[in-house]
């Protein structure tokens, strides 16, 4: 090579590489593409202090080594260039871990070749040192044939690469064209003055590492400092990654491409481990499960720390202009606040303000669904206060009021919690008992009976007419065994001696 000036070019590039290296490093926690940028700036920077240390060492045999050295950043390039390029136009999944490994497998390979090559010659079979009036000398490496493998491979990557973009380029829906123009620009730029240097078009000076220079001066301005003006990068840095919704992005693959940071704290892994999954995996890896199987859209969280927590799943299908499928969105909301008010509402709808009990609408719906399920065996018992309405007029309908609090503690205590106790009128009581026959019902209404004895106060003694009705089959209608056991309880209650 050309010691001198180019040298002096050479330390000048170097040390600007490093510049902007350390500055992607500093700031790349604010934007996701500097993880990639980052790498694509050190890989640059190894080829660029490579080529320097080359030119500036008199010894012919110390400049092949630093030649060589070079491969290291001009392998991997394409790679980490890819990376960064399926990040921006949405396809995450050619970013997984396990795609990048396969595609590093040719660069690794080109890396260990060439710096061994002295020992079996695969990648060149040898250099020819050319010698100037002035004492300087040319290194013209004679090629062999992995070098040519490794060439195919990077301008191929390098080709997709530029493919991609375009395609982007053009979409439509593209909201961020101008920053996929200056990708463009940053990818083609290198490439062509890397194929001028190849076919050695311009030996005096390495064009590859001014182009990539330049090249990164354009990456950088596309991620730190364009994106700062675009409405869509900002939004999605600031707005979808700090909303407390978990969002899942998916391709129209229905494969994750993206995932903000609720996403990823509700999933307990890293965005890398889940690209690429289908969306089926990440809804069995996440720790979630339906509230219930005919209701997909909500959802309860199984994490400790977020106990008891309800989210609803809104999907949308995201299309382009021409109504072309592009992709799909899970959202997932926290609506525990809400739930926990629609069940305090159902509640109040439900249940007797008096007396705590069911009303006689949830009764009714209960009846409904015995109907319907054919529930077998069942039981039912009416109970009547008796001389309610003395007790009113004698002492006030507070002390009314009581009596029926008190009748209705009677009637719930004698029976377990989850049979179903409601009041259907002012002084009118039902229970619905599951899995009973009639001695467990005979039992029920002695207990009901001591329960009043008991309840019973200075003012007003506690008396319910009891009567009852075993299903005798599942095909037998609710609405039937509610009659006969209402007209048992009228029965028994003629038969009482104290009649109101």
């Known amino acids: 090579m050309v010691q001198g000036s180019t040298s002096n070019i050479m330390i000048i590039l170097s040390v600007l590489n490093a510049g902007m290296f350390l500055y992607i490093l500093a700031n790349r926690r604010r934007k996701t593409a500097a993880g990639g940028l980052a790498l694509v700036s050190f890989l640059t920077l190894e080829w660029c202090i490579s080529i320097t240390l080359r030119s500036l060492t008199p010894n012919p045999a110390t400049a092949i080594f630093f030649h060589d050295a070079k491969f290291i950043g001009a392998a991997l390039l394409p790679v980490a260039v890819l990376v960064i390029v399926a990040h921006h136009i949405g396809w995450g999944r050619l970013a997984h871990p396990k795609n990048i490994v396969l595609l590093s497998v040719i660069p690794f390979l080109t890396i260990l070749i060439s710096q061994t090559n002295s020992w079996h010659h695969i990648f060149r079979r040898g250099f020819h040192i050319l010698y100037q009036p002035d004492g300087t000398f040319y290194i013209d490496a004679v090629n062999n044939y992995w070098f040519y493998v490794h060439c195919i491979y990077s301008y191929t990557l390098w080709g997709i690469c530029i493919f991609l973009l375009l395609k982007h380029y053009f979409n439509q829906a593209n909201p961020s064209r101008l920053q996929t123009g200056i990708y463009l620009i940053a990818i083609i730029f290198p490439v062509v003055t890397n194929i001028f240097d190849l076919i050695g078009w311009v030996q005096a000076y390495d064009l590859t590492i001014f182009a ?27 707005l979808v990654d700090s909303l407390p919704n978990p969002i899942f992005i998916y391709n129209r693959e229905c494969q994750l491409t993206d995932a903000n940071h609720a996403a990823v704290e509700l999933a307990g892994m890293g965005v890398g481990a889940m690209w690429g999954q289908k969306r089926e995996v990440i809804m069995q890896a996440l720790p979630i499960h339906p509230m219930d199987p005919g209701l997909p859209d909500y959802w309860t969280v199984e994490l400790p720390e977020r106990k008891n927590l309800v989210m609803s799943l809104e999907s949308q299908t995201v299309t382009e202009v021409n109504g072309k499928v592009a992709g799909f969105v899970d959202i997932f909301t926290d609506v525990t606040a809400l739930e926990k008010a629609k069940k305090k509402i159902e509640m109040i709808a439900l249940t007797d303000k008096l007396t705590g009990l069911y009303n006689r609408y949830h009764f009714e719906e209960v009846m409904r669904r015995k109907d319907e399920e054919k529930t077998f065996p069942l039981a039912m018992i009416m109970g009547d206060v008796n001389g309610l309405k003395h007790i009113n007029d004698s002492y006030g309908h507070a002390v009314g009021d009581d009596l029926i609090r008190r009748a209705a503690a009677a009637m719930k205590n004698a029976v377990r919690s989850d049979d179903m106790t409601a009041r259907i009128g002012g002084d009118e009581f039902v229970i619905i008992l599951e899995d009973v026959r009639e001695e467990d019902v005979l039992r029920i209404l002695e207990t009901i009976k001591a329960n009043c004895g008991k309840a019973s106060g200075d003012t007003a003694l506690l008396s319910i007419c009891l009567g009852y009705c075993v299903r005798e089959s599942p095909e037998q209608p609710m609405e039937e065994v509610f009659r006969r056991a209402d007209q048992d309880m009228y029965s028994r209650k003629a038969s009482e001696l104290f009649l109101y």
């Open 212 to 238: 990539f220079t330049a090249s990164i001066i354009f990456f950088v301005y596309a991620v730190f400092f364009y994106s700062a003006y675009d409405l869509v990068p900002l939004a999605r840095i600031k």
